[in-house]
């Protein structure tokens, strides 16, 4: 697991001098603090147990990332349909799976989940590790290519959109009836704002 360094408002970096023997003070704010440096834990607050920079991610968008990952876990595919980039989604449906319905699709992400810890899981925690707003970031980039290609409308995805975010998340899994527990880190997501709305896919 990442360690992340908690700090406050302001940090003090020492930086030694070795020619001169001195010392050398730097204060940081915590707008210039990197990401993770802030990290807000909230078990209770969202569809699923959140952990994010609360600098660089704002609610709105951790509570559709939690619902995403509640819909997998519970099979909810109403809340999955809410959560989920519409236009993926019925491409997955489609064209990739050929599956009848989000119900059928919903299933098949639990069970890859499920598969690896003895059928029952919940997520302990999620965590989003990285928060990367460059459209040219490698995974991003193909993604966003992808959803120009499959869209149907007269205008590219990429030119409706109003945001693009790749986030890196580690989950921290229970199963075996929440006695054992593991972790699966580098997990990389998408979300997308469209009409105002936030939407995630993987």
Request: charged share 20%.
């Amino acid at each position: 697991m990442r360690l992340f360094l908690q700090a406050a408002f302001v940090l003090s970096v020492f930086l030694l001098t070795g020619c001169a023997g001195g010392r050398q003070d730097v204060n940081m704010t915590e707008d210039e603090l990197p990401y993770g440096a802030t990290m807000r834990e909230n078990k209770t607050g969202f569809a699923a147990p959140m952990t994010y920079d609360r600098r660089f991610v704002n609610e709105e968008q951790v509570a559709v990332v939690a619902d995403y990952f509640a819909a997998i876990q519970n099979q909810d595919a109403e809340l999955y349909l809410a959560s989920a980039l519409p236009l993926y989604t019925e491409y997955q449906i489609d064209e990739v799976y050929s599956y009848q319905d989000a119900g059928e699709l919903v299933a098949s992400l639990h069970q890859g989940i499920a598969g690896q810890t003895g059928e029952d899981f919940e997520f302990n925690m999620i965590l989003i590790n990285e928060f990367v707003q460059d459209t040219s970031f490698g995974g991003l980039e193909a993604m966003l290519d992808l959803l120009d290609h499959v869209s149907d409308s007269d205008q590219k995805f990429s030119d409706q959109m109003q945001g693009a975010w790749a986030l890196e998340l580690e989950w921290n899994l229970l199963y075996n009836n929440q006695s054992s527990s593991g972790t699966v880190d580098s997990q990389w997501v998408y979300l997308f704002q469209i009409n105002d709305q936030y939407y995630c896919c993987m």
